[in-house]
């Protein structure tokens, strides 16, 4: 494991370097919260697919082809359709608006109070999508090189942390790019293939595990309308997400580039749920099924090969982590931070000392959550319950008022976590639970209530901007 290890160092090492080049480049807000919003076709899809794309999409998706076959690709294609959606209809108004947070549309539509409610559900999720992947860096580093799992975390999560901090969204960017590249190597054109002949070709693959195996519903249609539910609509609404979009150069370099990235986000899907099913023959009896994906890696790879693809892995945890990461930042430098500061924007110095807060604050909640799956399913239950409804609402009904909007988050949000907890993070009722008691409370909250008369009077100067930036919904 020794060449392994010296893989994975340099591969560490090549980030921080990548990091301090962003660093350079970051010499504005607007460079370090969106890099400059002048990203070209080739950086923008891969920093595009590389976000999405992150631990649980990874690690997960291999998971769950273990478990269910073919169709546990289901996960990464809720992701790739809801990326293809947002390039396609989203991306155009929302970059006319120049603007770097999703909460400052609902401010538009409704007050600053709306901002700042919507600010606190959208921290909620991005710290969590930061640990999901921490969590999975922690996950693989401990089974392959026998790491203690809190030292693995702070080693992993740690490196992410620091280039985040210095160079912000064009750390990201440059880093992002790279792991692209050697997820795309490592995962899809060495991993698998291997996988495969290790097993003994495809029709060997066939032989060895059930028929259900290759059905692509056999994970349950119940699930996948539910994965749907949750990540296609929070790919529609995510800091994360949208806080990339805010990078790109032209809309129509989003609509073509980040199409292309949704449909590569599909392919992965397809990838890491076949490698998983390879497993499922290789290991039959694997005593955890969340290490199903390094312990293929640790069965299947000889040494150099296997610390590529383990880079390969970590480049996949590492960009959606550094995303969810900035995006909390982001949320608590705009959005939550002035408002405790009398209305004063935060500097380039302040960005970056509240990313580093952040991020030891991700890396604290990753020693002590241990499901990659369930954090994602946290962040995302708590993002749709508590935000979807009021952002349509906003788009599409004239009678909706910022106390319905409030009422609906805080209901919609209280609702998702607490299904969570008497139901489990595997459930399909919080998803469901928590739209339903968001969207009664936002309709007769909004009829019980009265719309200001200055709303009234500013509705059509500001539903022109944040209408047309979210009609596509």
């Not at 790279?178 to 002949?197: A, D, E, N, S």
């Not at 139901?423 to 009829?447: C, E, H, K, R, W």
Request: aromatic share 10%; proline share 3%; net charge positive.
């Amino acid at each position: 494991m020794a060449l392994d290890l010296f893989v994975v160092l340099i591969y560490a090492a090549a980030m921080l370097v990548l990091g301090y080049f962003g660093m350079r480049k970051a010499k504005t807000n607007e460079d370090y919260l969106v890099a400059g919003r002048n990203l070209g076709p080739t950086l923008y899809m891969g920093t595009m697919a590389a976000t999405v794309l992150g631990g649980a999409s990874t690690v997960g998706t291999v998971r769950l082809g273990y478990v269910h076959g073919i169709s546990g690709f289901w996960l990464c294609a809720a992701l790739g359709c809801g990326i293809v959606a947002l390039n396609l209809f989203l991306a155009k108004p929302l970059l006319k608006l120049k603007i770097y947070t999703v909460t400052q549309v609902l401010e538009k539509r409704y007050n600053p109070m709306a901002r700042s409610a919507s600010a606190a559900i959208m921290l909620a999720y991005a710290l969590m999508i930061g640990v999901t992947s921490i969590l999975a860096i922690g996950t693989v580093l401990q089974v392959l090189f026998g790491l203690p799992f809190w030292v693995s975390v702070l080693l992993g999560g740690g490196v992410v942390v620091v280039y985040s901090a210095i160079g912000g969204m064009w750390s990201l960017t440059l880093t992002d790019i790279v792991q692209f590249v050697i997820k795309t190597v490592g995962l899809m054109f060495i991993l698998l293939p291997i996988c495969l002949y290790r097993v003994g070709g495809w029709d060997e693959l066939v032989l060895k595990l059930p028929e259900a195996a290759f059905n692509f519903s056999t994970i349950g249609w119940d699930t996948i309308i539910t994965y749907f539910m949750i990540y296609f609509f929070g790919i529609l609404i995510g800091q994360d997400i949208w806080q990339r979009v805010f990078t790109v150069r032209t809309a129509k370099v989003a609509q073509y580039a980040g199409t292309f990235a949704g449909i590569y986000c599909i392919f992965y899907g397809l990838a890491c749920a076949l490698i998983g099913m390879a497993a499922h023959v290789l290991i039959p009896d694997l005593d955890n099924v969340n290490n199903a994906f390094a312990a293929i890696v640790k069965l299947s790879l000889p040494d150099g090969i296997r610390g590529l693809v383990i880079a390969a892995a970590l480049a996949a945890m590492m960009s959606t982590a550094s995303a969810g990461l900035l995006a909390a930042s982001t949320t608590l430098t705009e959005d939550l931070l002035p408002k405790l500061r009398g209305g004063k924007q935060s500097s380039l110095g302040i960005n970056r000392l509240f990313t580093l807060l952040t991020g030891l604050v991700v890396l604290g909640i990753a020693l002590v959550v241990n499901d990659v799956i369930s954090a994602l399913t946290l962040a995302y239950n708590l993002l749709v319950g508590g935000m979807l409804i009021p952002l349509i609402g906003a788009i599409f009904w004239k009678r909706a008022t910022t106390a319905g909007a409030i009422a609906s988050m805080g209901l919609g949000f209280a609702t998702a976590l607490v299904f969570m907890i008497k139901d489990g993070m595997d459930a399909n009722t919080p998803i469901y639970y928590s739209l339903g008691v968001g969207l009664v409370s936002f309709v007769v909250v909004s009829l019980l209530s009265r719309r200001p008369a200055s709303a009234s009077a500013s509705a059509s100067a500001s539903a022109s901007a944040s209408a047309s930036a979210a009609s596509a919904i």
